[in-house]
């Protein structure tokens, strides 16, 4: 690709943001996706314009403003149009492997990526066969259940299938050689953890891969701790860093170029930057890992099917009655995520919302369902309430100043603590003298570290202020459209009343899509029912037409 400095033809990837790209510091990036070829225009003062295969970077003269034109002129190559990420339940055995084969097919139009989870509770079992590895002796480590249980279902699967067992037989033994170890060393790491759990991503691709090979459809398997996704070294909670982005587009762009195959991609697992070791990206990662690789190409589309119609109103474990929302913002769904509800992982709308890639939730078992989309905006005039989120077993600070009214820094104080020890908070409320605030322990990786983390929060928040800690504390989310926050709130609390249930804590956050509620953990699931039936069962909420008076925000609901 030639490049002619200081004329105004250059050679950039689309899209380019908007049309016209202001450069406002020394170098600006601008993002860019791999397969089209884009005319820049008019381009004074710009000293370099540099291109890799996915960004283009112009430097200007002298850090002042100058203008870049660029508008979409030809696609040059045809590459991948979308990830698509399918959990556990998806490819839970043969049958369901056969089923989410043949829907990959029945999308010709489509160049996919594939990203897997591990078959259905493989996850678990490697998780239970680790710890039963601890304690049970090195000759008993080849019979633990879970260890039979994970070798009958990959076995039986790729009988089923009609796949060479030798594709996973290496990976099965290793996976016994390493429980072993476990039972040698009586001793699980989360290092050691995150490469034993890794084993059920490693397999499930690997089957995959081979099945739509012998199926005649060509499918190319990837480790992706092998192809660029880095990661930092926060064993079972690791977090994607950004070098993982060109060096993971750079790796499936090339291998498209050079030999076009459907790539296969463990979801839930990368390398960690300093260690080299494997990691895991939290549970239910594998979202992450999509919407990673989304982001990384520039695609046009970010899939995730699942096992239900899309992102419901509710848990259906606890509401059988929740219905699917079929349109979500990415504050929505982080929050929801964030909040609790296992549909999404927390951190996986990041990528899609800084890439801005609409995120499709389908459902494997029904791919005619709708389903939900979620993008950075959507029509919320007749939005109220989008979904009711439950996070039991939270842990709740009353932290009071010992100081007098009027003391500044004492909210800084109490944060820089927190800082000091890596936790991260949920929901603060927050008055002159008092912060009430719930802890976020899903960071901390054992029981026992948590109690002592805790006991050391308490400890140092004790020097300033007068502490309470309350445990066994659920905080109830409610995501919705918060500019109906009164309407909300007067129909929530109505309904805790009737209930006879005291809200110990509330709290209406920045992003002006959720409103937290913390009540103790025995209540909390009646509190959920009964505020999914007023929201999205009666007919009268849900079917709600609201006029809302912007001027000075007053609401009214007529039914
Ligand atoms: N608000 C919600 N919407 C949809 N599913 C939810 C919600 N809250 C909890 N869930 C649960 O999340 C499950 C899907 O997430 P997950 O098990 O991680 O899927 P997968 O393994 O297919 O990626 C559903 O089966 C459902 O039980
Ligand atoms: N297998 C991992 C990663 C994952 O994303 O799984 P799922 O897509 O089934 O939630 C887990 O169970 O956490």
Known sequence: MSMQLGTCIKTVFFPIPTTRTTLHSETTLLPCRIGYTARVSHVPLVRKVSIDPLRVSCCSNNGSESGVVAEKVEETEKSYTCVMKFGGSSVANAVRIREVANLILSFPEERPIIVLSAMGKTTNRLLLAGEKAVSCGVTNADSIDELSDIKDLHLRTVEELGVDREVIAKHLEELEQLLKGIAMMKELTPRTQDYLVSFGECMSTRIFAAYLNT??????????????????????????????????????????????????????????????????????????????????????????????????????????????????????????????????????????????????????????????????????????????????????????????????????????????????????????????????????????????????VVEELEKISVVNLLKNRSIISLIGNVQMSSLILEKAFQVLRTLGVTVQMISQGASKVNISLVVNDNEAEQCVRALHKTFFECGELSELEIKCTPENGSVSALS
């Open 215 to 456: 199926l005649g459809v060509k499918a190319r398997q990837y480790d992706a701790f092998e192809i660029g996704f880095i990661t930092t070294d926060d064993f079972t909670n690791a977090d994607i860093l950004e070098a993982t982005y060109p060096a993971v587009a750079k790796r499936l762009h090339g291998d498209w170029v050079s030999d076009p195959a459907i790539p296969i991609i463990t979801g839930f697992l990368g390398k960690a930057r300093k260690s080299c070791a494997v990691t895991t990206l939290g549970r239910g990662g594998s979202d992450l890992t999509a919407t990673t690789i989304g982001k990384s190409l520039g695609l046009p589309e970010i899939q995730v099917w699942k096992d239900v119609d899309g992102v419901l109103t509710c848990d259906p474990n606890l509401c059988p009655q929740a219905e699917p929302v079929p349109f979500l913002t990415f504050d929505e769904a982080a929050e929801l995520a964030y909040f609790g509800a296992q549909v999404l992982h927390p951190q996986s709308m990041r990528p899609a919302r800084e890439g801005d890639i609409p995120v499709r939730v389908k459902n494997s078992y029904n791919p005619k369902a709708p389903g939900t989309l979620i993008t950075k905006t959507r029509d919320m005039s007749k939005a109220l309430l989008t979904s009711i989120v439950l996070k039991r077993s939270v842990t709740m600070l009353d932290i009071v100043s010992t100081r007098m009214l009027g003391q500044f820094g004492f909210l800084a104080k109490v944060f820089s603590i927190f800082e000091d020890l890596g936790i991260s908070v949920d929901v603060v409320a927050t008055s002159e003298v008092s912060i009430s605030l719930t802890l976020d322990p899903s960071k901390l990786w054992s029981r026992e570290l948590i109690q002592q983390e805790l006991d050391y």
